[in-house]
C-alpha cells in the first residue's frame, strides 16, 4: 500500500504525521511509547522462542524457514529499540530492559510459553504470527511516520511466518509424507491450535481499554483491541476450518477479556 503524509484518521486527521517525538503532545507520546514498547517486547521474546528449534524442522526448509523467522525478529526487535530509542532516556532504558528479559519475564504471556514440540511451533507460527500481522497491518499509516514506514518490510515478513504456520498446520493433517517426516498428524495440529487459540485472543488486550481508545483517537493504530480481535478470529476460524480441524472455544483458557 502507499502510505500518506497525512494523519488518515482519528482527531489529527489531516494534520501532517508526527516525525519526532519532540512534535508529540504528552498523552500522544505515552500512548506511542507504550505501543512500541510492547511491540518490541514480542521480538526478542520470539528469538528466544524460536532458536531452539532452528535446527530441529523435519525438513531442510522447515530448518532453514526457523532461522529466518529468527532473524526477522532479531531485525524488528532492532528497528523497535531504534524507535524506542527516538524518546530519548525513557525510551532508551526500555530498550535497554528487552535486551536482557529472559522467558518468564517478558509482558505479554503468549511469549513467555516455550515451544514444546515440532508441531507445537508450527502452531505458534500459525495462530500468533498471524496476530503479529493483524496488529502490524493496523499500523501500515500509522499517524506516527517513522512506524509506518517500517510496516513496508515488518508486514510482509509476518506473512511469511504466519503462511509458513499455516501451510506446515495443513501439511500435518493431510499431506502423507509429511506426517511421516515429523512423526506427527491431524490429533497433534489439533492440539497445537488449541494450546496457542487462547494465547492469541489474549495478546489483544483488554475489550475496554482506553489506551486503546486513545491509539486509534490518535491515528496511531487503525483498529482497537476487540475490533483487532475479531478480524483476527474471523480469518484464522475460517483458515482452522478450511484446514479440516475444530475451532476452540473463544472462551476458554483465557486470561484477558
Ligand atoms: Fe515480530
Ligand atoms: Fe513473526
Redesign the pocket.
Known amino acids: 500500500m502507499s502510505i500518506s503524509r497525512n494523519v488518515m484518521w482519528g482527531e489529527m486527521k489531516g494534520m501532517r504525521k508526527i516525525e519526532t517525538a519532540e512534535q508529540m503532545p504528552a498523552e500522544y507520546r505515552q500512548t506511542l511509547l507504550k505501543i512500541v514498547y510492547a511491540l518490541a517486547s ?2 526478542f521474546a ?1 528469538v528466544e522462542q524460536h532458536q531452539a528449534w532452528i535446527n530441529r524442522g523435519p525438513t531442510a526448509e522447515d530448518r532453514y524457514i526457523q532461522s529466518q523467522i529468527s532473524a526477522d ?1 532479531a531485525h ?1 526487535g532492532f528497528i523497535d529499540s531504534r524507535l524506542l530509542r527516538g524518546f530519548g532516556p525513557e525510551g532508551e532504558a526500555l530498550a535497554e530492559k528487552l535486551l536482557v528479559l529472559k522467558m518468564g519475564e517478558h509482558p505479554l504471556h503468549a511469549f513467555n510459553v516455550p515451544f514444546e514440540s515440532w508441531p507445537d511451533v508450527c502452531g505458534f507460527c500459525f495462530l500468533l504470527d498471524h496476530v ?1 500481522w493483524h496488529h502490524l497491518l493496523a499500523f501500515e499509516d500509522s499517524s506516527f511516520a517513522p512506524l509506518a514506514r517500517e510496516m513496508t518490510t515488518m508486514v510482509h515478513e ?1 506473512r511469511f511466518h504466519a503462511s509458513f504456520g499455516a501451510r506446515r498446520i495443513r501439511d500435518l493433517v493431510h499431506d502423507a509424507r509429511y506426517q511421516e517426516l515429523a512423526s506427527a498428524g491431524p490429533a497433534e495440529a489439533q492440539k497445537a491450535v488449541d494450546k496457542w487459540y487462547p494465547h492469541a485472543l489474549d495478546t489483544f488486550g483488554a475489550a475496554k481499554s482506553k489506551f486503546s481508545d486513545l491509539a486509534v483517537a490518535y491515528g496511531i493504530r487503525r483498529w482497537g483491541n476487540e475490533e483487532l480481535r475479531q478480524k483476527w478470529k474471523a480469518d484464522l476460524d475460517r483458515q482452522i476450518v478450511a484446514i479440516g480441524l475444530r475451532v476452540p472455544d473463544a472462551n476458554a483458557g483465557r486470561r484477558i477479556q
Open positions: 514480542t521480538e520470539s525478529e524488528q503479529a509476518e
